[in-house]
Nanobody, 125 residues
Framework: QVQLVESGGGLVRPGGSLRLSCTAS????????MGWYRQAPGMERELVAS???????HYADSVKGRFTISRDISKNTVSLLMNALKPDDTAVYYC???????????????????WGQGTQVTVSS
């Protein structure tokens, strides 16, 4: 019922910029955290950047100073502005969200994790 829809992937030259966007939709109460992961061929999926509703932001060391994550909490969207792209940034990028589906007085918040379908980012000359 909850979907994360991504856009913005593509081919870019080294040193170029690209912006990824992700929008969560469906029967959601709120979203605790949204972020971006990536997975290159033969590599494990790794966290790129994340942002909580409380404002905590984390970046992988490899992208600090180059990537910027931002959220529009009211619209359940998250974006990743990628500058000074390198060939090593080539990967499938996945949007991730920690979603509160509902709340009850007896159990509190019920959370679930959702993933986008992934979008290919290729950095090549």
């Amino acid at each position: 019922q909850v979907q994360l829809v991504e856009s913005g992937g593509g081919l870019v030259r080294p040193g170029g910029s690209l912006r990824l966007s992700c929008t969560a939709s469906g029967r959601i109460f709120s979203i605790k955290s949204m972020g971006w992961y990536r997975q290159a061929p033969g590599m494990e999926r790794e966290l790129v950047a994340s942002s909580t509703t409380d404002g905590a932001i984390h970046y992988a060391d490899s992208v600090k100073g180059r990537f910027t994550i931002s959220r529009d909490i009211s619209k359940n969207t998250v974006s990743l502005l990628m500058n000074a792209l390198k060939p090593d940034d080539t990967a499938v990028y996945y949007c991730n969200g920690r979603v509160v589906l509902y709340t009850t007085l007896e159990r509190g918040e019920y959370e679930a994790e959702y993933w986008g379908q992934g979008t290919q980012v290729t950095v090549s000359s």
